[in-house]
């Protein structure tokens, strides 16, 4: 990746405390860019000079210092470092004071301070990281609350690195398809036809819907409680959305009618608005992109705060095994109570057509909610929003286009915009202005 003009120079050697402040048994002072090495070795002496990827304890010598500083001194070569540049780490003893002599000798030699985040951008621009991996950092060294720590975790081991990145192999490889189809468009030869490519693109689409979702359910600090009505299909999950929400959810005895989740507000007694979740049934089904589709209801479940089990009081069904994340949060509500002629009162029921019971059910969840503490989420999530709903706008387009059949190179212009907006958010198209506002969020020194 090129570098941006106006972004700091990646062939001045830096310098930073690699430690926290204050005083310690040890700090670590660390240094990458050019001559970090031949520095490193020029000040130290000990029975052994430090070897690329191996310590050496011993003394450093610094200028305008009349004693001898104990040390341990690592260094790493150019692509074999966290930066991807000549590195080097001085671990001595943690007085503030040597510190500052450590750093004033690396700037006396042509160092200078190390601007917020300049490692973990060097890191990013030399491709050691990907940007999404990078903010993980930030949100680990802020994280205040075990969930937080999870979250930055899991984005930092590639959870949504891995997604976005097979997202856009999968994007990559069917365009390269479609435009294969394009260079033949004279002959008699069909490179991708209308059913595989509509089967493509919805998986395309569901796995983006499910980093969409992940994403929003991490990066909203304020977000409002989420629940999700789950259940086997038909079981009446979109009459009681439709009647406890007022919305128009497509209602239909076939399975498989609702593909996507819809979400709508919903005010709970006591004034606690809630986001209320339809999703797909979860019963098996031989319809490769109803089975995409359930796969992905199923990872998404594990990032709302309630799942609301919806049974039929007229067809009772048992979920399979792995139908709901294992530990998820769970309230049982007997649904369609008007199809039947005896309730039991020990299970919470209701019916979306009389409303028996809804005033019940509302007050229960409610109190679910209220025991729920809220999820703080992480703000270094928060960039990527804007780019993967349009990345999740232009596939839905894409899938419109093709099932209308109005033409490959529409679908093709279609992807192409898809593929630019997941690139804003991986970083492989972005600006100096945006890479400035993530990296200057960094503390000195990562």
Not at 66 to 76: F, M
Not at 97 to 126: C, K, M, N, Q, W
Not at 229 to 237: E, M, Q, T
Not at 339 to 354: A, E, G, H, P, Y
Request: aromatic share 4%; hydrophobic share 45%.
């Amino acid at each position: 990746m090129l570098q941006q003009s106006g972004a700091p120079s990646l062939e001045d050697l830096i310098v930073a405390p690699g430690s926290a402040p204050g005083a310690a048994a040890r700090a670590v002072v660390r240094l990458a860019g050019p001559n970090a090495m031949a520095l490193t070795l020029r000040l130290f002496s000990g029975a052994e000079q430090p070897r690329p990827g191996h310590w050496a304890e011993g003394v450093l010598n610094l200028p305008r210092f009349d004693s001898p500083i104990p040390a341990l001194a690592a260094v790493w070569a150019t692509g074999k470092s966290y930066t991807g540049q000549e590195m080097a780490e001085w671990h001595i003893p943690g007085s503030p004071a040597l510190v500052d002599v450590a750093i004033d000798a690396v700037v006396a030699h042509g160092g200078r301070l190390a601007e917020p985040g300049e490692f973990t951008r060097r890191a990013f621009l030399s491709g050691r990281l990907d940007l999404p991996r990078a903010e993980a950092l930030l949100g680990l060294a802020g994280a205040t609350t075990r969930e937080d720590l999870v979250q930055a975790l899991d984005q930092h081991a590639g959870g949504l690195a891995a997604p976005l990145a097979r997202l856009h192999e999968g994007l990559m490889d069917l365009l390269a398809d479609l435009e294969a189809g394009l260079d033949f468009g004279d002959e008699d030869i069909e490179i991708l036809p209308t059913d595989q490519l509509l089967v493509r693109l919805g998986s395309l689409l569901a796995h983006a819907v499910l980093a969409a979702r992940k994403l929003e359910s991490r990066s909203d600090a304020n977000r409002k409680p989420r629940i999700a009505l789950v259940g086997p299909p038909n079981a009446g999950k979109s009459s009681l959305f439709n009647r406890l929400t007022e919305s128009g959810a497509l209602v239909s005895p076939i399975p498989g009618t609702t593909r996507d989740w819809l979400v709508a507000s919903l005010a709970l007694p006591g004034g606690v608005e809630i986001d209320l979740i339809d999703t797909a049934g979860l019963g098996t089904t031989e319809d490769p992109l109803a089975e995409a589709v359930r796969d992905i209801n199923v990872s998404l479940m594990s990032h709302v705060d309630l799942l609301v089990v919806c049974q039929p009081a007229d067809a009772p069904a048992s979920l399979p095994s792995d139908a709901l994340p294992v530990g998820a949060p769970t309230v049982l509500v007997i649904t369609r109570s008007d199809t039947v002629s005896i309730v039991r009162d020990d299970i919470l029921s209701c019916s979306s057509v009389t409303g028996a019971g809804l005033v019940e059910f509302l007050e229960v969840l409610s109190e679910r909610v209220s025991s729920i503490s809220a999820r703080r989420g992480a703000p270094h999530l928060v960039r990527g929003r804007a780019q993967l709903e349009a990345l999740v706008s232009r596939l839905r387009v894409a899938h419109s286009v093709a099932l209308e059949e109005e033409g490959a190179e529409l679908v093709a212009l279609e992807l192409r915009h898809a593929l630019d907006a997941l690139g804003e958010i991986v970083g492989s198209v972005t600006s100096d202005d945006v890479l400035g506002r993530v990296f200057s969020r960094f503390c000195i020194g990562k």
